[in-house]
Protein backbone atom coordinates (compact mmCIF):
# COMPACT_ATOMS: atom_id res chain seq x y z
CA UNK A 1 0.00 0.00 0.00
CA UNK A 2 3.22 2.14 0.17
CA UNK A 3 2.47 3.36 -3.39
CA UNK A 4 -1.44 3.83 -3.02
CA UNK A 5 -1.90 0.73 -4.31
CA UNK A 6 -1.64 -2.82 -2.83
CA UNK A 7 -0.25 -5.93 -4.79
CA UNK A 8 -3.47 -6.58 -6.65
CA UNK A 9 -3.05 -2.78 -7.70
CA UNK A 10 -5.95 -1.51 -5.81
CA UNK A 11 -5.60 1.72 -3.69
CA UNK A 12 -5.35 1.87 -0.62
CA UNK A 13 -9.35 3.49 -0.23
CA UNK A 14 -10.56 0.30 -2.05
CA UNK A 15 -13.72 -0.97 -0.66
CA UNK A 16 -12.28 -3.83 -0.27
CA UNK A 17 -8.78 -2.96 1.08
CA UNK A 18 -10.55 -0.88 3.84
CA UNK A 19 -12.39 -3.86 4.48
CA UNK A 20 -9.70 -5.78 5.29
CA UNK A 21 -8.15 -3.63 7.91
CA UNK A 22 -11.47 -2.60 9.20
CA UNK A 23 -11.03 -4.91 12.34
CA UNK A 24 -7.35 -3.27 13.06
CA UNK A 25 -8.76 0.15 12.33
CA UNK A 26 -11.30 -0.21 14.80
CA UNK A 27 -8.87 -1.49 17.49
CA UNK A 28 -6.77 1.82 17.31
CA UNK A 29 -10.21 4.04 18.06
CA UNK A 30 -10.84 1.64 20.76
CA UNK A 31 -6.85 2.32 21.42
CA UNK A 32 -7.21 5.92 20.97
CA UNK A 33 -10.30 6.13 23.66
CA UNK A 34 -7.92 4.33 26.39
CA UNK A 35 -5.55 6.61 26.61
CA UNK A 36 -7.66 9.43 27.05
CA UNK A 37 -9.16 8.08 29.61
CA UNK A 38 -5.90 7.03 31.26
CA UNK A 39 -4.51 10.36 30.95
CA UNK A 40 -7.64 12.07 32.40
CA UNK A 41 -7.50 9.40 35.01
CA UNK A 42 -4.12 10.63 36.43
CA UNK A 43 -4.46 14.53 35.79
CA UNK A 44 -2.17 14.53 32.91
CA UNK A 45 -3.31 17.81 30.57
CA UNK A 46 -3.31 16.89 26.53
CA UNK A 47 -1.27 19.69 24.81
CA UNK A 48 -1.19 20.32 21.10
CA UNK A 49 2.33 21.71 19.70
CA UNK A 50 2.82 22.48 16.06
CA UNK A 51 4.37 20.37 14.01
CA UNK A 52 6.63 22.93 12.03
CA UNK A 53 9.39 23.68 14.38
CA UNK A 54 12.99 25.40 14.08
CA UNK A 55 14.56 22.20 14.55
CA UNK A 56 13.23 18.93 13.72
CA UNK A 57 14.71 17.31 16.90
CA UNK A 58 18.95 16.37 17.02
CA UNK A 59 19.32 12.52 17.04
CA UNK A 60 21.77 12.58 14.28
CA UNK A 61 20.63 9.39 12.89
CA UNK A 62 17.33 10.63 11.62
CA UNK A 63 16.60 12.47 8.69
CA UNK A 64 14.01 15.25 8.95
CA UNK A 65 12.05 17.10 6.04
CA UNK A 66 12.75 20.62 5.65
CA UNK A 67 10.37 23.25 3.97
CA UNK A 68 9.98 26.63 4.82
CA UNK A 69 7.22 29.49 5.73
CA UNK A 70 6.51 32.03 3.43
CA UNK A 71 6.10 35.70 4.90
CA UNK A 72 2.55 37.09 3.67
CA UNK A 73 4.11 40.39 3.96
CA UNK A 74 6.67 40.13 1.74
CA UNK A 75 9.68 39.37 3.80
CA UNK A 76 12.22 36.44 3.24
CA UNK A 77 11.07 32.47 3.69
CA UNK A 78 11.64 31.50 7.11
CA UNK A 79 13.47 27.56 7.30
CA UNK A 80 11.09 25.46 9.17
CA UNK A 81 11.19 21.25 9.58
CA UNK A 82 8.92 18.99 10.39
CA UNK A 83 9.70 17.64 13.72
CA UNK A 84 10.69 14.29 14.32
CA UNK A 85 9.54 14.44 17.85
CA UNK A 86 7.44 16.96 19.76
CA UNK A 87 9.73 17.20 22.85
CA UNK A 88 11.20 20.16 22.96
CA UNK A 89 7.94 21.86 22.50
CA UNK A 90 6.93 20.07 24.93
CA UNK A 91 9.77 20.80 27.29
CA UNK A 92 9.16 24.22 26.70
CA UNK A 93 5.68 23.88 28.54
CA UNK A 94 7.24 22.16 31.23
CA UNK A 95 9.67 25.13 31.50
CA UNK A 96 6.27 27.16 31.77
CA UNK A 97 4.80 25.64 34.78
CA UNK A 98 2.83 22.71 33.28
CA UNK A 99 3.57 19.63 35.51
CA UNK A 100 1.72 16.62 33.65
CA UNK A 101 1.73 16.99 29.95
CA UNK A 102 0.70 14.41 27.02
CA UNK A 103 -0.08 14.71 23.38
CA UNK A 104 -0.81 12.55 20.50
CA UNK A 105 2.11 14.02 18.12
CA UNK A 106 1.82 13.30 14.57
CA UNK A 107 5.75 13.02 13.51
CA UNK A 108 8.00 12.63 10.74
CA UNK A 109 11.23 10.58 9.37
CA UNK A 110 12.26 11.06 5.63
CA UNK A 111 14.01 7.49 4.65
CA UNK A 112 12.08 5.57 6.88
CA UNK A 113 10.16 2.48 4.87
CA UNK A 114 9.92 -0.79 6.49
CA UNK A 115 6.87 -3.23 7.72
CA UNK A 116 7.20 -1.43 11.28
CA UNK A 117 8.32 2.13 10.32
CA UNK A 118 6.51 4.70 8.46
CA UNK A 119 7.61 8.45 7.34
CA UNK A 120 4.83 9.80 8.93
CA UNK A 121 3.57 7.83 12.09
CA UNK A 122 1.71 8.89 15.61
CA UNK A 123 3.97 9.11 18.77
CA UNK A 124 2.53 9.32 22.42
CA UNK A 125 4.83 11.54 24.16
CA UNK A 126 4.04 12.48 28.20
CA UNK A 127 6.03 14.00 30.79
CA UNK A 128 6.27 14.06 34.31
CA UNK A 129 7.81 17.28 36.37
CA UNK A 130 9.18 16.41 39.65
CA UNK A 131 9.42 12.45 38.75
CA UNK A 132 11.80 9.82 37.33
CA UNK A 133 12.11 7.21 35.12
CA UNK A 134 10.43 4.48 37.54
CA UNK A 135 7.43 6.93 37.78
CA UNK A 136 7.19 6.04 33.64
CA UNK A 137 7.87 2.70 33.86
CA UNK A 138 4.82 1.79 35.95
CA UNK A 139 2.90 4.63 33.77
CA UNK A 140 4.22 2.64 30.73
CA UNK A 141 3.53 -0.88 32.34
CA UNK A 142 -0.68 0.71 33.27
CA UNK A 143 -0.91 2.00 29.66
CA UNK A 144 -0.41 -1.11 27.69
CA UNK A 145 -2.54 -3.47 29.96
CA UNK A 146 -5.41 -0.68 29.67
CA UNK A 147 -4.97 0.00 25.63
CA UNK A 148 -4.69 -4.34 25.54
CA UNK A 149 -8.23 -4.58 28.19
CA UNK A 150 -10.02 -1.76 25.78
CA UNK A 151 -9.18 -3.47 22.50
CA UNK A 152 -10.18 -6.94 24.34
CA UNK A 153 -7.28 -8.94 24.17
CA UNK A 154 -4.75 -10.34 26.85
CA UNK A 155 -1.69 -10.71 25.13
CA UNK A 156 0.44 -8.60 22.33
CA UNK A 157 1.26 -10.62 19.32
CA UNK A 158 3.87 -10.61 16.40
CA UNK A 159 4.55 -12.88 13.41
CA UNK A 160 2.48 -15.85 15.03
CA UNK A 161 4.91 -15.55 18.89
CA UNK A 162 2.94 -13.92 21.89
CA UNK A 163 4.09 -11.96 25.02
CA UNK A 164 1.79 -11.18 27.93
CA UNK A 165 1.62 -7.56 29.21
CA UNK A 166 -0.29 -8.12 32.81
CA UNK A 167 2.60 -10.04 33.74
CA UNK A 168 5.46 -8.23 35.66
CA UNK A 169 7.22 -6.60 32.95
CA UNK A 170 11.26 -7.21 32.97
CA UNK A 171 13.58 -5.17 33.84
CA UNK A 172 17.51 -5.66 32.16
CA UNK A 173 20.08 -3.15 32.04
CA UNK A 174 22.12 -2.98 28.64
CA UNK A 175 25.34 -3.93 29.95
CA UNK A 176 23.61 -7.22 32.05
CA UNK A 177 21.46 -7.74 27.81
CA UNK A 178 25.05 -7.32 26.20
CA UNK A 179 26.95 -9.70 29.21
CA UNK A 180 24.19 -12.53 28.77
CA UNK A 181 23.15 -12.56 25.02
CA UNK A 182 26.58 -11.43 23.50
CA UNK A 183 29.26 -12.04 26.00
CA UNK A 184 30.95 -8.50 25.90
CA UNK A 185 31.53 -6.33 28.61
CA UNK A 186 29.68 -3.40 26.52
CA UNK A 187 30.78 -0.30 29.86
CA UNK A 188 34.38 -1.46 29.97
CA UNK A 189 34.60 -0.32 25.98
CA UNK A 190 34.03 3.13 27.10
CA UNK A 191 36.32 4.10 29.54
CA UNK A 192 35.70 7.69 29.38
CA UNK A 193 31.74 7.05 29.51
CA UNK A 194 31.70 10.55 26.74
CA UNK A 195 34.35 9.40 24.55
CA UNK A 196 33.71 5.31 23.87
CA UNK A 197 36.58 3.79 22.54
CA UNK A 198 35.97 2.29 18.81
CA UNK A 199 38.74 -0.12 19.12
CA UNK A 200 37.38 -2.03 22.13
CA UNK A 201 33.79 -2.54 20.45
CA UNK A 202 35.53 -2.77 17.40
CA UNK A 203 37.36 -6.02 18.86
CA UNK A 204 34.50 -7.27 20.94
CA UNK A 205 32.50 -7.43 17.63
CA UNK A 206 35.26 -9.44 15.76
CA UNK A 207 35.32 -11.74 18.85
CA UNK A 208 32.02 -12.70 18.56
CA UNK A 209 31.18 -13.27 14.85
CA UNK A 210 29.68 -9.76 14.17
CA UNK A 211 30.82 -7.98 10.98
CA UNK A 212 31.73 -3.91 11.07
CA UNK A 213 33.03 -1.90 8.54
CA UNK A 214 35.96 0.68 8.71
CA UNK A 215 33.50 3.43 9.06
CA UNK A 216 31.74 2.34 11.59
CA UNK A 217 31.52 4.46 14.56
CA UNK A 218 31.44 2.80 18.31
CA UNK A 219 27.47 3.81 18.82
CA UNK A 220 27.19 2.10 15.48
CA UNK A 221 28.85 -1.28 16.13
CA UNK A 222 26.64 -0.98 19.14
CA UNK A 223 23.68 -0.77 17.33
CA UNK A 224 24.45 -3.04 14.91
CA UNK A 225 25.17 -5.98 18.10
CA UNK A 226 22.34 -5.05 19.31
CA UNK A 227 20.26 -5.63 16.14
CA UNK A 228 21.98 -9.35 15.60
CA UNK A 229 22.35 -10.29 19.53
CA UNK A 230 20.21 -8.40 21.88
CA UNK A 231 16.80 -7.39 19.90
CA UNK A 232 15.80 -10.73 19.36
CA UNK A 233 15.99 -11.90 23.12
CA UNK A 234 14.04 -9.02 23.78
CA UNK A 235 10.25 -9.01 25.28
CA UNK A 236 9.51 -11.95 24.51
CA UNK A 237 7.16 -14.03 27.03
CA UNK A 238 6.18 -10.43 28.72
CA UNK A 239 7.67 -6.87 27.60
CA UNK A 240 11.19 -6.39 28.50
CA UNK A 241 12.06 -2.84 30.05
CA UNK A 242 16.31 -2.34 28.73
CA UNK A 243 17.36 0.40 31.38
CA UNK A 244 20.96 2.63 32.13
CA UNK A 245 21.60 3.15 28.93
CA UNK A 246 25.56 4.27 28.28
CA UNK A 247 25.99 7.95 29.01
CA UNK A 248 27.51 8.36 25.24
CA UNK A 249 23.81 7.24 23.69
CA UNK A 250 21.91 9.60 25.63
CA UNK A 251 21.94 12.76 24.48
CA UNK A 252 19.16 14.12 26.33
CA UNK A 253 19.05 12.28 29.44
CA UNK A 254 20.70 12.90 32.81
CA UNK A 255 23.58 10.65 34.54
CA UNK A 256 22.32 8.15 36.78
CA UNK A 257 23.58 9.71 40.13
CA UNK A 258 24.17 6.19 41.42
CA UNK A 259 26.59 5.71 38.33
CA UNK A 260 27.88 7.99 36.18
CA UNK A 261 28.52 5.34 33.09
CA UNK A 262 25.29 5.37 32.49
CA UNK A 263 22.28 7.59 31.52
CA UNK A 264 18.75 7.74 32.71
CA UNK A 265 17.54 6.25 29.63
CA UNK A 266 15.10 3.29 28.46
CA UNK A 267 12.92 1.77 26.00
CA UNK A 268 10.32 -0.39 26.34
CA UNK A 269 10.72 -4.04 23.83
CA UNK A 270 7.85 -6.61 22.67
CA UNK A 271 8.50 -9.42 20.84
CA UNK A 272 11.81 -7.85 19.64
CA UNK A 273 9.96 -4.74 18.51
CA UNK A 274 10.97 -1.05 20.44
CA UNK A 275 8.22 -0.09 21.52
CA UNK A 276 8.83 3.37 23.45
CA UNK A 277 11.93 5.47 24.54
CA UNK A 278 12.45 7.53 28.06
CA UNK A 279 14.66 10.00 29.55
CA UNK A 280 15.26 11.08 33.21
CA UNK A 281 15.43 14.74 31.56
CA UNK A 282 18.66 16.88 30.99
CA UNK A 283 18.06 19.85 32.59
CA UNK A 284 21.89 21.89 32.71
CA UNK A 285 21.46 23.79 29.79
CA UNK A 286 25.71 24.37 29.37
CA UNK A 287 25.85 20.61 28.96
CA UNK A 288 22.65 20.08 26.43
CA UNK A 289 24.60 22.46 24.24
CA UNK A 290 27.56 20.69 24.23
CA UNK A 291 26.17 17.51 23.58
CA UNK A 292 24.00 19.20 21.00
CA UNK A 293 27.04 20.73 19.60
CA UNK A 294 28.73 16.68 19.27
CA UNK A 295 25.39 16.03 17.62
CA UNK A 296 25.42 17.89 14.61
CA UNK A 297 29.10 17.66 14.22
CA UNK A 298 27.92 13.80 13.97
CA UNK A 299 24.87 14.72 11.12
CA UNK A 300 27.48 16.67 9.02
CA UNK A 301 30.14 13.98 9.39
CA UNK A 302 27.41 11.87 8.32
CA UNK A 303 25.49 13.65 6.40
CA UNK A 304 26.79 16.69 5.06
CA UNK A 305 24.27 18.69 6.78
CA UNK A 306 23.08 19.25 10.77
CA UNK A 307 19.60 19.68 11.99
CA UNK A 308 19.48 23.76 12.97
CA UNK A 309 19.68 24.35 16.50
CA UNK A 310 16.39 25.93 18.50
CA UNK A 311 18.35 28.51 20.60
CA UNK A 312 14.54 28.86 22.06
CA UNK A 313 14.55 25.50 23.53
CA UNK A 314 18.42 26.04 25.56
CA UNK A 315 17.10 29.57 26.66
CA UNK A 316 13.76 27.62 28.36
CA UNK A 317 16.44 25.22 29.50
CA UNK A 318 18.55 27.77 31.34
CA UNK A 319 15.13 29.94 32.66
CA UNK A 320 14.68 26.63 34.79
CA UNK A 321 13.44 23.29 33.46
CA UNK A 322 12.07 20.84 37.02
CA UNK A 323 13.28 18.01 37.37
CA UNK A 324 11.26 15.80 35.11
CA UNK A 325 11.06 12.96 32.97
CA UNK A 326 9.90 12.05 29.50
CA UNK A 327 8.40 9.10 26.97
CA UNK A 328 7.57 8.79 23.62
CA UNK A 329 5.76 5.75 22.13
CA UNK A 330 5.02 4.67 18.88
CA UNK A 331 1.38 4.08 18.85
CA UNK A 332 1.03 2.78 15.42
CA UNK A 333 3.52 0.15 16.70
CA UNK A 334 1.49 -0.64 19.71
CA UNK A 335 -1.75 -1.27 17.64
CA UNK A 336 0.48 -3.68 15.65
CA UNK A 337 0.77 -5.60 18.90
CA UNK A 338 -2.42 -5.43 20.09
CA UNK A 339 -3.60 -7.16 16.51
CA UNK A 340 -1.21 -9.13 15.27
CA UNK A 341 -0.80 -6.61 12.36
CA UNK A 342 1.79 -7.71 9.82
CA UNK A 343 2.58 -4.27 8.22
CA UNK A 344 2.45 -0.75 9.82
CA UNK A 345 0.10 0.32 7.12
CA UNK A 346 -2.45 -2.08 8.30
CA UNK A 347 -3.00 0.10 11.01
CA UNK A 348 -3.22 3.61 9.21
CA UNK A 349 -6.20 5.15 8.03
CA UNK A 350 -4.29 5.97 5.15
CA UNK A 351 -0.64 5.76 3.57
CA UNK A 352 1.88 8.16 2.43
CA UNK A 353 2.23 7.15 -1.15
CA UNK A 354 5.86 6.18 -1.48
CA UNK A 355 7.68 3.32 -2.37
CA UNK A 356 6.53 0.04 -1.05
CA UNK A 357 7.94 -1.13 2.28
CA UNK A 358 8.84 -4.94 2.37
CA UNK A 359 6.58 -7.40 4.19
CA UNK A 360 9.56 -8.72 6.34
Not at 113 to 120: C, D, I, K, L, V
Not at 163 to 177: K, Y
Not at 267 to 273: F, H, I, K, N, S
Request: proline letters at 8%.
Amino acid sequence: MGTGKDRLGQPWWHPDQLAARRGFLRARGQAVAALRGFFALRDFVEVETPCLQVSPGMEPHLKWFATALTDPYGGPDRPLCLHTSPEFAMKKLLAGGMERIWQMARVFRNAERSATHAPEFTMVEWYRAGAGIEALMADTEALVRTCAEAVGVEQLRRGGLVCDPFLPWQRLSVAEAFATYAGIDLLATAPDPLRPERALIAAEAARIGVSVSPSDRWDDIVFRIMFDRIEPHLGFDRPTILHSWPLAMAALARPDPDDPRVAQRFEVYALGLELANAFGELIDPVEQRRRFGEDRALATELYGAAPPLDEDFLAALAFGLPDSAGIALGFDRLVMLLTGAERIDQVLWAPVDGPAPPTV
